[in-house]
Structure formats: C-alpha cells, structure tokens
C-alpha cells in the first residue's frame, strides 16, 4: 500500500480488509466486566523507514508494523516542514503490512527544514507498539543532529557542585548556535552563537552550577540547534540526579571511556584501530568530585607503560571529561597495544574504568599507520598535492572555495588559502625536469573558467596568497558537412556550432625544456560540463585541452594557435558514411580576440581534418595526472561505463611539421581504440610515474600502460576504490633501487596495498585506520627521507608518513 498526500494538514482513513476471514463455532461471551486469562498480551511492534532518493519536494518513508494476532490500527503524523495526520484501521486479521508515504512541500519551504514523523500501532487487544519517531529533512538534505556527549543519562551530581556539559550540533545547512535548557533543581537556558565561518558540525561545553540550597531531585538538560537560516531543533535529554553532601561515600566511576580519531575529536567508537596521535576521551562521576583523569598504554599487559598523561582537575565538578592526545613510540604497524584509563576523586580514592562484570577493563588495539584529519571547518576534498620545500600539503575544497594547508611538521592545519569558485584540480609551476616545484601552485576554479595562481611565500606565515586568476579562453568546435539542398537540389555546406563549457577540472602541468629547465608551461586539463552541451554529446559534454600559460600572460590578446590546443587527435577519421570536416577557433576571455586553431582548409597544404564528431568529447570527471618530470599527462575519462577511454600528452613531440594545428603529443586514435579493446573498462582514477614511461588506470583492476598506451599487465586491485599512485621515484619497470619499483593501491579494507609494476604483484600493505575511498598521492619527504601517501577517508583525509624501506620480493 502507498500512500501520496500532496496538501498541508490532511486527516484520512483508510479500512484495509485481508483475504482471509476468520469463524467462530461457538458464541463469543459479550461480558465486559469478565477477565479473561487468554487475553493477548504481546504488543504489536513498528518501525519507520526513510525512503532516500527522491525530488527535493518529496519526503516519503514506509510504515512497517507486524503483530502475532492482528493489527487494529496505525496512527502516523508529521509536523514541521509538512504536516500530515493518517490512520489506517484494519477489518479482518492482518499480522504483517508495510505502508509507504509520500509527503510534499511547498518549493518556498527553505532546504533542510526538519519534518519530525511519529508512528503508532494499536493491536485487536489494544496493546500498543509505542511510538516510533523518524526525523526527515526537506531538500533531500540530512536532518540537523542535537545531543548531549557528555554526560550521560542517570549520572549524579552533588549541591554546591557543577556539572560540564557538552553538546554536539550538525546540520548541512551550516550551524549558527547551539545550547541547551535545564529543568528541576535548577532552570536556566543558555547557548552559544557561532560567527561566519559557519561549520556544518561544532560542539559547545557548559558549566551548570548547583546552589548548595538548591532542591534535591532530578536535573533534565535538553539540547537544541539552530540552524543558518534560524530554524530549531532539539535534541534528546538527559536527566541528571542531584543529591546532598551527606549522601556521599563514593568511588570515582569511568562512566565512559573511548578511544577517538583526530577526525573526529568529539565522537567516539571508532575500533580497535588507533593511530599514534589518536585521542583518549575520559569522563568520570563522582558525587564527591573529581580530582584527577589519566591513562596508561603497555606493548604487553601488566607490562611498563608505553605511554600515559594525567590530568589534574580542581575537584569541583561531579562530573568530568577530558580529551589526552596521545604520542605512541611505536614505529612498526600494526603494533598490538593495551590501554586502560582511570579516574581519581576529590577524597583520593582511585579507580580503573570496569567492565560489566566488575574486573578492570583493558583494551586491546591495533595501532596502524597515518594521522587521520578532518577538515578544520567541513568541505569535500577534491584533490591533493604535496609541496617538498614547504614540507605541506594542498588539498582543495570544492565545497569552501579555498585550499587547505597542512604542515607536516606538526601535524596541523594552518590558515586557508581562498581562491575561486569550487576549486578541484592542483598542479605546481614546473622548473625543470628534475621535478622541481615552483613557489606558485595553479588551482582549477571549476565554478568559473579561471586558473588561480597561488604564491606559496605570501599570506599569514607564510601559507600562500592567491595572487592571480588566469582567465581561459572560450573555445568553439565547429563542423562543415556537405548536403544537398532543399530548395536548389545544388549541394551546399552547412557549419555547425558546438559551445562546450570550458569550466576547468583536474590539472596536469607539463613544460618544454631548454637544458632541462622548464620554458613555456603546458597545462593541460580537463572541463566540466553542464547541460548546456549541444547533441551529439548526451553523455560526453566535457574535453580535454591544454593552455600555453606562459605566452597567455606575457602575449594577452595576440594569441596564436601556440597558445591553446584542443584535444581532437584521438577523433581523427570517419565512422560510417558520415564525414565531418573540423574547425576549432578560439575567442579570448575579452570576447573580441580571436584565432584559428584548427583550419577549415588549410592554407598552406589545402588539407582538411575529418573527424568523427562524437569522440571529441570525453565524460564529466575525466582524471588528468602529470608526471614527475613535467614531460608528459595521463588522462582518463570518468563515469562507471565499460569502453572508457585513456590517452597520453607528451610535450616534447611537438606539432606535426606538415600539419602544424596537429599536436603529435595527443595520443593517436589507434592507440586509442587500442586501449579500449584491450580493457573494456570503467574508470575511476589515474596515475602515472616519474619520467611518464609508466601510467596506470584503476577500474575493476589496475592496468599498468606504457606511453603508448600498450597494455603492460594488471594488478589485482578491488573494484570498489579509486586511489593509486606510484613511488615518487618510479622510472619505469626496470626502475632501480628495487624500492621504487613499487605503486601504492587503496584498498576496500583499511589498508594501502604495495604492488610491484614489473612483476604486478602484491608484495606488501601498510595497515591504517579506514578504507581510502578517494584518491592517493605519493610523495617523497626530502628533509627526513620519507615517503608522504596521503588518501581521502570517510573520516577525513589521512596523511602517512613512513619510512623509505618497502621494497619488492620479486626478483
């Protein structure tokens, strides 16, 4: 049964009858007054269930109720954003229904309005389900979250004390206050209002003080939200019981005790997976106070403590909480560790955290590789670029509109760099073929058609300060058919226009060279598209370029067919009987200059270009990745469907001499095709090595190519990830030392697997906290001699440094 209710407060019923009835062969006794012991006495049950997936207007859930008898009714409303009251009744016998909703909001409602659903089912003996609630949210956004973290319910609290309280607040529309409101002994109401930059998820502490002549009994703490565009929501509360001094003679309780990620500083229960740094949250209650909170880490149990820290409290607060940052010694992953906490009161008694049974509670942990961060203020990472001289990482934001900066050297985030509109790729100005970083970084604002040029020595201490945005050009593809006409029956041509976006995505930056130190800088990149691409590019909006970024800046305005290209090559030739003559020309950001890329007729030779229109333009999210050297850029083109394509830029190849519009670096249409009939794959991440003699293809393996595009062999990679990288130093598969011979994998499990491009075979995994499920960048620490793999997590992003010393078991 479904259910669609498409006005405002609407009240309905509904008589639903089984297929089966039920007879009776004696008299039913109609005395109400009579008790009778059969009587059935097993409630009903019911959940709700949210329906995901649907139109922004559309909140839509099911209803699933079972009863060992009969159901009689169930009673559903909705309040909030869409208000709606619906009983079902039931005529004859039915033990098992699922009912679906679909409620709809006005389009005026504002994105993440909360909509509070409550059920209730009632059986023929009128026993009840209780009442299940369902928060749901408008605008397919999550609904904002409220609760108290600490402490918990049923904790205690003496007069003259106070309580700290801390209350944890998310909502996707960004969090403007949040506070809480108590009841009994004492009645306050207090909260916090947060300035711009707002945070998706923050938490806020609070002191409760409780006069000494203050009412013993039960304190309810109710916590509550509010979001950036003013609505409320509340949270479940907590009651905490308040008792007198006399009623005192106590030991310290760890009523709650877990190991924490820096992800996540203010949640607990992540596994038995730590990291060195990871956090210990300790919260203890004592009616008499508490005085001190600490813990120990052994390698072995009963055995010398690794690692520990105390905290000395004032003895004041009944209950109290404290984070330890940890500094584990351990070097080898996984280490095997045994940590216990402990907890001591204002009267010096001393307690380990227990288990239920009452021994002492020791955990056993597996400690992994990595520092796991959460961005500093929310966002989606995009991509990721580590800078040797700064000894920092850049990752992108797309959701804030600015880059991150994390120092290595202590482990922490410094101030952002903004940028343009939704920045994704990151590439470094190339100096020379060594691989030397420039002091400047290009970012793709793919919200707008700029490059921002990022200036590592300015900002605060020396962050980066966006000094530049690039403006791109507006490329337009046209096509020259021959047909008959309609009119005449003379044949005519007809010129066709096609706009794509030239919004920028991922980055490869590529140079020439004179001596080995760069000239012109290359940068090729990939474009988002919109649906604002013409047919036939229903599914292949997006292209690929390259930008001359040199000559744009000392030459604006007196552009040549050197300061642009647009990837055609691999398009080259006929399909069918069809034949489309090309040309390309391109229009200067200032709208008034323009240049012909690729000719109608050639001038010179009289040659035209023939190409089958549909294979010049490539999928949304088509990875690009350059090599160590700045020689040559990998491309793949994105989306889960089988016969994607790859294909390779090599700078130093130069135009065509005959043919000079045609760049001999872009990978040829038979190498192409050639790659596809060899893999038949989707694609879902690149890589390529140091010299670019190597690139690899993540899909349902790995395929590792060559610069041709031939296939060289698989790596059994898992399905379900997309990060690869190879060793910062790999030149190819005869690279030596056998160390750099290697490509790290993410993994479906939480681990980075270590496979071997010669012989393509897994040789080693680093274990860490979580699966990556993004990217992975490889590089190497010049200053300690480490390597750097950085990797997106659902956490956040995960940064391990490690030793140098992986190698190979193949010979």
Request: aromatic fraction near 8%; include cysteine; charged fraction near 15%.
């Amino acid at each position: 049964m479904h259910i669609d209710l498409t006005g405002g407060l609407r009240r309905g019923l509904v008589l639903a009858a089984a297929a089966a009835s039920i007879s009776l062969g004696v008299a039913a006794c109609n005395d109400s007054t009579s008790i009778d012991p059969q009587r059935d006495r097993v409630p009903p049950t019911l959940s709700l269930t949210p329906i995901n997936g649907q139109p922004d207007t559309v909140i839509a859930f099911t209803t699933q109720a079972k009863d060992n008898l009969g159901l009689k009714t169930i009673h559903v409303q909705a309040v909030g954003a869409v208000g709606a009251i619906f009983d079902t009744v039931f005529t004859s016998a039915v033990t098992d229904i699922s009912l679906g909703f679909r409620l709809f909001s006005s389009r005026s409602v504002p994105p993440g309005t909360p909509v509070i659903i409550t059920a209730t089912a009632f059986d023929g003996a009128g026993n009840s389900s209780g009442v299940d609630t369902l928060i749901m949210a408008t605008g397919n956004v999550p609904p904002p979250e409220v609760r108290i973290l600490s402490p918990f319910s049923g904790s205690s609290a003496v007069l003259g004390k106070s309580i700290l309280v801390t209350v944890m607040g998310k909502t996707a529309i960004k969090v403007l206050a949040l506070g809480l409101s108590t009841t009994g002994p004492v009645v306050r109401t207090d909260s916090v209002l947060f300035a711009s930059p707002l945070a998706d998820s923050i938490t806020m502490s609070d002191t409760i003080a409780i006069p000494i002549n203050a009412t013993p009994g039960t304190l309810t703490i109710t916590p509550f939200l509010r979001d950036s565009l003013g609505q409320r929501a509340v949270g479940p509360s907590i009651t905490i019981t308040v008792q007198t001094a006399a009623q005192i003679n106590s030991v310290p309780v760890v009523n709650q005790y877990c190991l924490q990620s820096q992800a996540f500083d203010n949640a607990c229960g992540h596994g038995k997976r730590i990291e060195v740094t990871d956090t210990v949250h300790v919260e203890a209650d004592d009616p008499s106070g508490i005085g001190q909170l600490g813990y120990e880490v052994r390698s072995t149990p009963g055995g010398p403590i690794d690692d520990s820290a105390t905290y000395i409290a004032s003895g004041n607060l009944t209950f109290e909480p404290h984070t330890f940052r940890m500094n584990l010694p351990y070097t080898t992953f996984p280490t095997i560790a045994y940590i216990q906490v402990f907890a001591r009161n204002s009267n010096g008694v001393r307690a380990y955290a227990k288990l239920s049974n009452g021994l002492d509670r020791i955990d056993t942990v597996q400690v992994v590789a990595g520092v796991t961060r959460s961005l500093p203020f929310g966002g989606q990472v995009a991509a990721a670029l580590y800078h040797a001289v700064k000894d920092r990482l850049y990752l992108t934001n797309i959701s804030r509109n600015q880059v991150e900066v994390f120092n290595l050297a202590d482990s922490s985030f410094k101030a952002p760099i903004i940028v343009g509109s939704r920045p994704w790729g990151i590439a470094a100005w190339p100096r020379d073929r060594a691989g030397t970083k420039g002091d400047t970084l290009l970012v793709a604002n793919s919200g707008g058609t700029q490059i921002s040029y990022i200036d590592l020595n300015a900002g605060v201490s020396g962050s980066g300060l966006e000094i530049f945005r690039y403006l791109l050009p507006n490329i337009i593809v046209y096509t020259i058919t021959t047909t008959t006409s309609a009119t005449s029956g003379q044949p005519i041509r007809v010129r066709t226009k096609y706009d794509f976006s030239d919004r920028p995505q991922y980055l490869g930056a590529t140079c020439h060279e004179a001596g080995g130190v760069c000239t012109d800088v290359i940068l090729t990149y990939s474009t988002t598209p919109t649906t604002g691409q013409p047919s036939p590019f229903a599914d292949r909006n997006g292209t690929l370029r390259w930008e001359n970024l040199t000559l744009g800046v000392t030459a604006p305005g007196k552009s040549d067919r050197n300061t642009s290209h647009f990837f055609f090559e691999q398009a080259i030739g006929q399909s069918g009987a069809r034949g489309d003559t090309l040309e390309i020309v391109r229009f200067d950001a200032n709208g008034i200059d323009s240049v012909t890329l690729v000719p109608f007729i050639d001038p010179v030779t009289l040659a035209s270009t023939v190409v089958r229109i549909g294979a010049l333009g490539f999928r949304d999210t088509t990875f690009v990745r350059n090599s160590g050297n700045f020689r040559r850029a990998v491309f793949g083109e994105g989306g889960s469907v089988i016969n994607s394509r790859a294909m390779m830029y090599d700078v130093d190849r130069g135009n065509n001499p005959t043919y000079p519009f045609i760049d001999m670096g872009v990978s040829p249409p038979q190498d192409v095709t050639d790659f596809i009939a060899n893999t038949s794959a989707t694609m879902q991440g690149v890589a390529v090595n140091f010299d670019g003699s190597l690139s690899a293809i993540r899909a349902d393996s790995t395929y590792i190519l060559n610069s041709a595009l031939r296939l060289m062999g698989e790596l059994g990679t898992t399905v379900s990830n997309a990060g690869l990288d190879f060793h910062p130093q790999n030149n190819g598969i005869n690279s030596f030392p056998l160390n750099t011979r290697l490509a790290f994998a993410a993994s479906s499990e939480p681990l980075i697997e270590i496979y071997d491009t010669n012989c393509y075979m897994r040789v080693g995994t680093i274990p860490i906290k979580d699966p990556i499920v993004g990217p992975i960048t490889a590089a190497f620490r010049a200053s300690t001699g480490q390597l750097v793999l950085v990797g997106a997590t659902a956490r956040g992003v995960v940064i391990a440094t490690l030793p140098n010393t992986f190698t190979t078991t193949c010979p």
